[in-house]
């Protein structure tokens, strides 16, 4: 059946952070199991129980990224975001991140980015066509208060936005 949240053309989805406890396969699982579509990957986190030293991360190679994502359509969930990333003006460094993003599906990068990259990384959204959501880490993180968010994404491309982070 569908839900209600889908009725309401909402998806719904868990950061694997909340399951960091674990690898990225069994958050997966996890997530799934509670009828969740999607799910936001984090940098560092364990890829699988069999191979513990193997984190998720930009620099996957193309069969890890195979085995992502055939678990991750194999449990019915979309990698939809991926963050919290590091993201800066360096166009060659940023761009490693947005073709990792491009392969996996990603439509997110989640980030806390300082404000000289936002001239290069909104060149890369409106390029890839993927968004930037700048993540509020609490104080003292830079983007802690919204108004500072709000001022790093006043009058750029609609693919930068706030990641309101609930649980912080």
Known sequence: GTSGAEQ??????????????????????????????????????????????????????????????SRLNDAGVKLVNFGVCNLTKKESEARRTFDFARKMGVETL????LPDAFDTLEKLCDEYGINLAVHNHP??????????????????????????????
Not at 110 to 113: K, L, R
């Open 8 to 69: 309401l053309g909402w998806r719904l989805g868990a950061q694997a952070y909340a399951f960091r406890n674990f690898s990225l396969f069994e958050a997966i699982d996890k997530n799934a199991s509670l009828g969740l579509k999607c799910i936001e990957a984090y940098p560092g986190q364990r890829l699988s129980k069999e191979r513990p030293d193997v984190k998720m991360n930009i620099d996957l190679t193309p069969e890890l990224q195979g085995e992502v994502k």
């Open 110 to 113: 989640v980030s806390e980015p």
């Open 139 to 168: 104080k003292p993180s830079r983007y802690w208060d919204y108004r500072t968010v709000l001022e790093v994404c006043k009058d750029r491309s609609k693919r930068i936005g706030a990641c309101c982070d609930t649980g912080h």
